[in-house]
């Protein structure tokens, strides 16, 4: 290409390689330096994979033993919720794994940036105490919470769970003491763990089964005088 | 349970209705596609000339390079063999808080701010320049790598030769972008254009995200075609020189080492 016709990518110098800033193949497969096949596979959960991936280091055993319980208390959500319920139709629709997962994924990363706005920065500090709208709202939430606390043992302290905080604020909580601050890696780890709802209800769905699906659920009422539209043309 | 009430639309005998229109008797035959779109976001329906100014603003929005990043994703995933995942990924980027509807919506809802206060002020650049100053993030603005947004120039050239001056929107964003690029010298892009022209459609911010989108579809659609047609083996995998790894070196794990300290005692 003459120099008179170069674009503005060929008129400038780029990087000619992509870098690799986790995942190495030249010498094994290795996860941030650590062997995948003769290592980590023999050593370490799933879990703790994960948090590596998450955050570059792998867990101590406190943080180990809390994160993958705080995985599994965070994994069960209902269809009722929209990030369970639009990849459950994708999958009625026929959308093949990667679509479904997508559609899960991108729902569930709605839901969590969701959480994290309304949390703020409640969490950033040693929390002895909570605004009224992160609290737990009745004892039933109190009493998973204190679950949650057994599950993640006595020797990780998340401060945050002694001060009455609302079930998905207290898993929040946890995420953050296992070694997660921002936003992406706390709205990740949070997908990560919910995403086998949205599998598993995927999974019993029959694509093509629309006579099972309840269409009019909720009710849509048509209202052709909204908005106000200019007169036709 | 709530009911929802919707005026998007419905499905009846033998016709669809939206915002109160016959889809068959009223849309068919008398409106354009982005002429559809925009109906389909606000229930307004647009005049000829509006319409032709928004299929003009597609064209001049229309980046036809493949390597630029947000349309690279296209070609990456469709090299994997299938044009609509790949549309789907690369479209996904335009919901971004850097490029797309996104930011499209943001330098929208910074008009409608700019528009009441210089009109509280009275009309003069003077509030211009204090919102201007006011505002350490300006939306709508950065042209990497060039002087000037040649989008936004073609664009232009396209309303001036239909003859169009713009409404408030378009004409309030002129001397914006005049004392912007004065006092902070950034250079407006074709997302705040796209801003201004839709808010004097009738748009509201949040509708001119998707209607954004909308006008990026050809540029997304096309790579993604190609790229599911050739499939190529380069982006399937990387070739091994084109990776450079920056990460930690090989390491053992901590019970890796303990396994192995045990194992000997």
Request: net charge negative.
């Amino acid at each position: 290409m003459s120099e008179a016709n170069a674009g503005p990518i060929e008129a400038r110098e780029w990087p000619l390689e992509l870098s690799a800033r986790a995942v190495s193949d030249a010498d094994g497969r290795r996860l941030f330096g650590y062997d995948v096949e003769r290592d980590l596979a023999h050593h370490y959960a799933f879990s703790d994979t994960l948090l590596l991936a998450l955050t570059g280091e792998l867990p101590d055993e406190p943080r180990s033993r809390a994160f993958a319980a705080v995985l599994t208390f965070a994994s069960a959500i209902s269809v009722a919720e929209a990030a369970i319920h639009a990849p459950v139709v994708a999958r009625l629709c026929g959308v093949r794994t990667g679509g479904v997962l997508a559609i899960g994924a991108i729902a569930l990363g709605e839901q969590a940036d969701t959480l994290l706005r309304t949390i703020g920065t409640a969490l950033d500090s040693d929390v002895t105490e909570l605004p009224s709208e992160l609290r737990a709202p009745d004892a039933a939430e109190r009493a998973s919470v204190e679950r949650l606390r057994s599950a993640i043992g006595t020797a990780l302290d998340v401060r945050a769970l002694t001060a009455d905080p609302s079930r998905d604020v207290a898993i929040l909580a946890v995420l953050r003491a296992c070694g997660l601050t921002t936003a992406f890696q706390l709205g990740a780890a949070l997908s990560v763990a919910r995403l086998p709802s949205v599998i598993a209800e995927s999974v019993s769905t029959k694509a093509g089964d629309f006579k099972g699906y309840p269409m009019d659920t909720p009710h849509f009422e048509y209202d052709g005088t909204m908005p106000a539209r200019s007169g036709a043309r | 349970m709530s009911v929802i009430r919707t005026g998007v639309g419905r499905a009846g005998p033998g016709d669809y209705e939206q915002f109160g229109l016959s889809v068959y008797k009223d849309l068919v035959g008398r409106t354009s596609y982005l002429g559809l779109i925009a109906f389909a976001l606000t229930g307004r329906r647009l005049t000829a000339t509006e319409e032709d100014m928004l299929d003009d603003l597609a064209a001049s929005s229309h980046v036809t390079e493949p390597r630029v990043w947000p349309i690279k994703i296209t070609w990456i995933t469709g090299a994997l063999g299938r044009s609509v995942p790949a549309y789907i990924c690369g479209t996904i980027a335009l919901d971004s808080d850097m490029v797309g509807g996104r930011v499209a919506e943001d330098a929208a809802k910074m008009l409608v701010d700019l528009d009441e206060a210089v009109t509280a002020a009275g009309g003069g650049d003077d509030a211009v320049a204090l919102f201007v100053n006011e505002h350490r993030h300006l939306y709508g603005f950065g042209v990497p790598f060039r002087a000037n947004d040649e989008r936004l120039v073609a664009f232009r050239v396209a309303l001036e030769q239909r003859g169009i001056v713009g409404g408030r929107f378009w004409q309030l964003a002129q001397r914006f972008w005049r004392i912007a690029r004065d006092s902070r010298r950034v250079e407006v892009n074709i997302i705040g254009a796209t801003a201004a022209i839709c808010l004097d459609l009738g748009f509201t911010p949040a509708q001119v995200a998707p209607m954004a989108v909308m006008l990026l579809t050809p540029t997304f659609l096309g790579n993604a075609t190609e790229a599911a047609a050739q499939s190529p083996d380069v982006l399937k995998r990387l070739p091994p020189e084109a990776i450079r790894y920056v990460g930690p070196p090989p390491r053992e794990s901590p019970r890796a080492l303990a396994a192995a300290q045990s194992s000997k005692q």
